[in-house]
């Protein structure tokens, strides 16, 4: 043990470790600031199968605007994420509306399991609406959710055997 030497690093006397380094790093961040680089947040429109465009999309109904998700990171080409949204309670506010659309197409029986045929159905229904519309049809769905959405409710109210129906206002979230 006593036989292996550690090597020993001499420095000048007056200089500080590491000197050098500084200086030469200093000469490279001198050199990165005279390059401009250009961005641009132009990147490529995303089109609902390619053909319609989530920019335009407005939620008219305020209470809605953060239940319906279409615009931003929840535009997709396509309504098939498999995004895992029933996982945590509310993150399935964030699953684009279209397909929550083609997941509500899959729930009796003999469809049950089937998203392409969903998709496909969803697919053909918008073109359909555009058709006879000449809107976007994202649009005429967002509109569609909002008017269709129930605003009250009825609960049980009272014990001891005595029922009664009380009208309560309904949350966001459940319309």
């Known amino acids: 043990m006593a036989d292996v030497e550690e090597p020993v690093e001499q420095y000048e006397e007056g200089a500080e470790v590491g000197e050098e380094e500084y200086a030469e790093g200093e000469e490279i961040l001198e050199e990165e600031e005279e390059v401009e680089y250009e961005v641009s947040n132009a990147g490529p429109e995303v089109k609902l199968f390619g053909k319609w465009s989530f920019d335009e999309i407005e939620v008219r109904d305020i209470s809605l605007v953060d239940y319906i998700a279409c615009k931003g990171d929840h535009a997709t080409y396509l309504p098939h994420t498999a995004g895992r949204y ?14 929550r659309l083609a997941c509500c197409l ?18 053909h229904t918008l073109e359909i609406i555009h058709l006879l519309t000449d809107q976007n049809p ?23 055997g005595v029922v009664r129906r009380q009208a309560v206002d309904m949350s966001p979230f459940r319309r």
């Open 86 to 99: 029933q996982k945590k309670r509310f993150r399935k506010a964030s699953c684009p509306i279209v397909e």
């Open 106 to 123: 899959m729930r009796k029986g003999r469809n049950a399991g089937k998203k392409l045929m969903a998709v496909r159905i969803v697919q």
């Open 138 to 160: 994202i649009q005429v769905v967002v509109d569609a959710i909002i008017n269709s959405g129930p605003r009250e409710d009825s609960t049980r109210v009272g014990g001891a």
